[in-house]
């Protein structure tokens, strides 16, 4: 099973956009602390904006989900792999990227 279908082109091109680099910073600027660790008491810096509804090719074009804030959640690392993996444990290979996806570190360090 994998964590991420391969290939996501058109949402894939939404993470890069302007429009939702924007929001995102907007939203990391008013929730710097991790959304989840806060509420156990802990805080920890806010990496990631993860999506509560998952952006699918139906709906990231829809503003109301794709950049709706209430639709958004501030994580940290750990949350955010959580999150899209439960209690399974994910191995070290995996890690985020930029756009805020699960990518494999192998595949990364085969491109040198
Ligand atoms: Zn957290
Ligand atoms: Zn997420």
New binding site residues.
């Given amino acids: 099973m994998s964590f991420y279908q391969e290939d996501r082109p058109k949402q894939k091109r939404f993470y890069s956009s302007k429009r939702w680099r924007a929001c995102r910073d907007v939203y990391l600027s008013t929730h710097p602390l991790c959304e989840r660790c806060a509420q156990a008491g802990i805080a920890s810096t806010a990496e ?1 904006v ?2 509560k509804i998952e952006l699918t090719e139906a709906n990231y074009s829809n503003p109301m989900i794709a950049l709706n804030p209430d639709n958004l959640e501030a994580l940290c690392f750990e949350c ?1 792999r959580k ?2 993996h439960g209690a399974s444990e994910v191995g070290e290979e995996y890690f985020f990227n930029d756009e ?1 996806e699960l990518v494999r570190r192998e595949e990364i360090s085969a491109q040198g």
């Fill in positions: 990631h993860h999506h955010h999150e899209h805020g």
